[in-house]
């Protein structure tokens, strides 16, 4: 046996030797996190030659040369950079690369920046989010408030622990449908029966002539006068009646006036005064009262006598929260009531109601800034919104140590359908795109699939 192929023979079990090593360390490190496997590849050694080749000629032919091999070498060591399998392990801050790319990470005691695609992160004391192999601080790009990245890449740095503070509301949407099909749901009251010659009186019944259920005279003479009070959307009214000659129906269109009522809305049903409020919560009519001279009247109309046979509800209701100046909210609450159209145009008024959210409280006020509790919205017949009599909302809060909260609410685009709109179907009106938030500290980050 020649010497040379002993030499042949060991440089190919040297290099099967530097594949096991390859393989050896490519499944030790089968848990290493963001590793690369490697392979080796073979190339045969330069041959020896000991007879050259001939050219074929015209009556012989050619003849290949006499090589001999003289063994093998190593030809290369990849490294093998295809996309490797995402696994879960239950830390927010292990991190992986889809695709190509590497993590930035610089050593803190130079300004040397290395790569990998190891991404086992974890935060230090200063913040800095470091590699938890190398300690490392990973790079990033800081962005701004509008999401813009900056041109150089920095040390990432999250301050853990540190207070934000809190930010009042300053701007909110609205979007959503109101029904169309909707009808007012007012309060009805009714006072106690009065007749009028034995018979249930009606509007055209002479004031001095009424008697109550029980045929007693209710005593009223043509110099009384005849005082109008109760409570109606959220605020005390009181009016006067003369008595002269003056009829039931006369009274009834009094009662009507002093509510800020429809004529309509205050009649004579069956020998009973009939007051129906329009539609909405904030138009309950309560604690109605008429009062007199005479003994009889108020014992018959006055406070107590009248019942309540229908609650006023709200056509629809929505409520959002909003943040004062020292982050506490409120809960602010939109009611949506229909109204007889004007002219062409669907009418709908808004009332806004506010409630300090930890206490439960009343706000001392909510408010347009038209300084009313309701704004009308007028939609076309293409159920576009045509206009907006109000689109600002004040609140004074519950805690009188605080200002205002003063924003205003976008009701959408007049014409088009990106905000409020008028369909017949379920109502669905709400708050969208609410800013402000409370005070409080950092205390955990996710990372989204974009990085």
């Not at 040397?112 to 200063?126: E, K, P």
């Not at 509007?203 to 109606?232: C, K, P, R």
Request: a negative charge; charged letters at 10%.
């Amino acid at each position: 046996m020649g010497v040379r192929s002993l030499f042949a023979g060991v440089s190919g079990l040297r290099n099967f030797q530097m594949q096991l090593d390859i393989i050896g360390n490519n499944i030790a490190n089968s848990q290493t996190m963001g590793y690369k496997s490697s392979r080796v590849t073979f190339a045969d050694m330069l041959s020896q030659t000991s007879r050259g080749a001939s050219a074929p000629t015209a009556t012989i032919g050619g003849t290949n040369p006499m090589q001999y091999g003289l063994g093998s070498t190593i030809g290369a060591i990849d490294t093998n950079f295809s996309q490797g399998i995402l696994t879960t392990t239950g830390r927010q801050l292990d991190l992986a690369i889809t695709g190509n790319g590497l993590f930035g990470v610089r050593d803190g005691n130079t300004s040397t920046v290395y790569y990998t695609r190891n991404g086992a992160f974890d935060i230090d004391q200063l913040g800095h989010l470091v590699s938890t192999s190398s300690g490392f601080i990973v790079q990033g790009y800081d962005a701004d408030a509008a999401g813009n990245l900056a041109a150089i890449a920095t040390d990432i740095q999250i301050p853990i622990g540190v207070t934000l503070p809190a930010e009042a509301t300053t701007s909110a949407s609205a979007v959503g449908n109101l029904d169309s099909s909707a009808q007012q749901i007012g309060s009805i009251s009714n006072s106690s029966t009065l007749l009028s010659a034995g018979l249930p009186a009606d509007s055209t019944s002479v004031l001095t002539a009424l008697t109550n259920a029980a045929g007693i005279s209710l005593g009223l003479a043509g110099g009384d006068t005849i005082t109008i009070s109760g409570t109606y959307n959220g605020t005390t009214f009181t009016g006067t009646q003369a008595v002269g000659a003056n009829t039931l129906g006369t009274l009834c269109t009094t009662i009507a006036t002093t509510l800020g009522l429809p004529a309509g809305n205050v009649s004579v049903v069956g020998g009973q005064i009939q007051i129906t409020g329009l539609g909405g919560t904030n138009y309950q009519v309560s604690n109605l009262s008429l009062t007199s001279a005479p003994a009889v009247f108020n014992t018959a109309l006055g406070v107590g006598t009248w019942s309540t046979t229908q609650n006023a509800q709200d056509n629809h209701a929505a409520s959002f929260i909003a943040y004062d100046e020292n982050g506490a909210s409120h809960t602010v609450t939109l009611k949506y009531n229909i109204r007889p159209p004007v002219g062409t145009l669907a009418h709908w008024v808004v009332a806004v109601e506010s409630t300090d959210t930890a206490t439960g409280n009343a706000d001392t006020s909510a408010t347009w800034s038209s300084l009313l509790n309701t704004a009308d919205l007028y939609f076309n017949g293409d159920g576009s919104l045509n206009s907006a009599s109000d689109s600002t909302i004040i609140i004074d809060p519950y805690n009188a140590t605080v200002g205002n909260i003063t924003f205003p609410l976008n009701w959408g685009t007049l014409g088009g359908y990106d905000g409020i709109v008028q369909f017949e179907g379920d109502s669905s009106a709400r708050a969208i795109d609410v800013t402000g938030y409370a005070a409080g500290e950092l205390q955990n980050i996710t990372v989204n699939d974009t990085g």
